[in-house]
């Protein structure tokens, strides 16, 4: 237990070297760009910046998911056979309901409906309730609204990280709160105009012929027809046709760029191989004909279909600036959003007051790691200042672990190391407690040492590793700072155990090897 190989101790002092070597880069700029340069960032309340509380449209959800359960109702009835219904959605009861003309043709609608509602859970998505009147309701079950919230949720949540990383943004912390919210946090950003712009947007993109017969100055516009407004052009409105000819799904790519010929701003855009296939069918069959570019319900560009379009290559104008035409780029990479998102808090950090913070958290570990140092020095002498080398090695440690994963530190995060050094501690007073009986029973000095590690090693270990575990549930089932405070915890344990079981016994072994005291000093 006390004797250290060159190997053991190469190893321990490599270790502590290590972790100095990741601590430079929070203290010097990176040399060279193509240097792995990583540091600790800091968090909204250190850094200042911006936060942002998002609530998904779960309304929209519902709407858009009845919609298109009418619209699969319609064909199978249609292919059943069925004749002389109407389908109508009705999203306040989360129900849509299937009147027929000829009560006699109900059990085969309802056969060529139950399909709709089948899961890959096997549970039934949808609940029918037959009143006899020759309706057939169609109820969406509680299940299936949970699993269509939280899917919802996540893919907007992934959407948002996707939108704001393409805009440069140093280390966002997005998170999820409750059953439809999102905490959307942007460390260094002071005016989140700009992002709430891109995050506000669906970015729901189709492309769709016009309809030249319509009248756009009609209260009500023909079946199958919207009058969509006109990006940037106030007043005017469009004739579109309802049906989606290709669904800004099947983009790959969209970049902007400018006009060879005009200068002007554009966006272009790559189609995958299905919507590559589907563009040149539209683009030959509609030679001559407008193509309405939707984004949002509203048309940002309408150009005649010149000629066909088969290469899954097209271009987007719209008196784009290039501002504009990068965000539009940006938010058709990143795809439309399942539901449209609304800011229901929004509150700003400003720098000074992220360096307050700073300050007072530092000064707070100074302070702390001070009383910790005397004492340890005080009570008890020589072995105490060895528990002080290896607390600083802990603390040095820590540091860069949290630099390797380049982690973000917050107020809680501080406190969980100043936390983490007192816990530390604890281990070094055990061992000198154990030695300090050990040399009261009469023991040697090497077997008082070697006894007391030995003894208070299993209690060290039992300890922190239950501390460890409920901090690793702390991380699991928290959000935002409780995180950060538990990272932090659980990164301090694993070095604790380290240092406390190695690097103070190193140096108590060196010292005994050079010195062969009688007696101990503690």
Known sequence: MMYFSRLKTALVVGACLLGLVLCVPNLVAAPASWLPWRTIHLGLDLRGGSYLL??????????????????????????????????????????????????????????????????????????????????????????????RANLAVAESIENVRRRIDATGVVDPQISRQGDARIIVQLPGIEDPNRIKQLIGKTAKMTFRLTDDTANTAAPVPPP???????????????????????????????????????????????????????????STKNVGKPFAIVLDDRVISAPVIREPIT???????????????????????????????????????????????????????????????????????????????????????????????????????????????????????LINERIREEVGRGRTPLNAMEVGFTRAFSTIVDSNMTAFLAHVMLFFFGAGPVRGFAVTITVGIATSLFTATMVARLLMVRWYAQTRPAALPV
């Open 54 to 147: 998002l609530e998904v449209d779960m309304a929209t959800v519902v709407k858009e998911r009845l919609d298109g359960l009418a619209d699969n109702a319609r064909a199978a009835l249609r292919a059943a056979k069925v004749t002389q219904f109407v389908a109508t959605p009705q999203s306040a009861q989360n129900r849509f309901v299937v009147h027929l003309a000829d009560v006699s043709q109900q059990e085969a609608a309802l056969a060529a409906l139950r399909p709709l509602g089948a899961s890959a859970s096997g549970r039934p998505d949808i609940d029918f309730v037959t009143p006899g009147n020759g309706d057939i309701i169609a109820t969406l079950a509680p299940q299936a609204l949970t699993e």
């Open 311 to 429: 290469g899954g290559r097209g271009q987007i104008s719209g008196r784009f600036d290039a501002r504009s035409a990068t965000d539009l780029a940006l938010l058709l990479r990143a795809g439309a959003l399942p539901a449209p998102l609304t800011v229901v808090e929004e509150r700003s950090v400003g720098p000074e007051l992220g360096a307050d913070a700073i300050r007072a958290g530092a000064l707070a570990l100074a302070a702390g790691f001070a009383l910790v140092i005397v004492y340890m020095g005080v009570f008890y002498g020589l072995f105490g200042w060895f528990a002080n080398v290896a607390l600083l090695a802990n603390l040095v440690l820590m540091l860069a672990v949290l630099s390797l994963f380049e982690a973000t530190l917050t107020l809680p995060g501080m406190a969980g190391i100043l936390l983490t050094l007192g816990m530390a501690v604890d281990a070094n007073i």
């Open 224 to 282: 199958g027809v919207d009058f969509l407004p006109m990006e940037n052009t106030p007043g005017q409105k469009i004739a579109v046709r309802r049906r989606i000819e290709v669904d800004g799904a099947n983009l790959t790519d969209a970049r902007a760029g400018q006009n060879g010929q005009t200068g002007e701003w554009v966006v272009n855009f790559t189609f995958d191989s299905t919507g590559t296939r589907r563009f040149a069918d539209i």
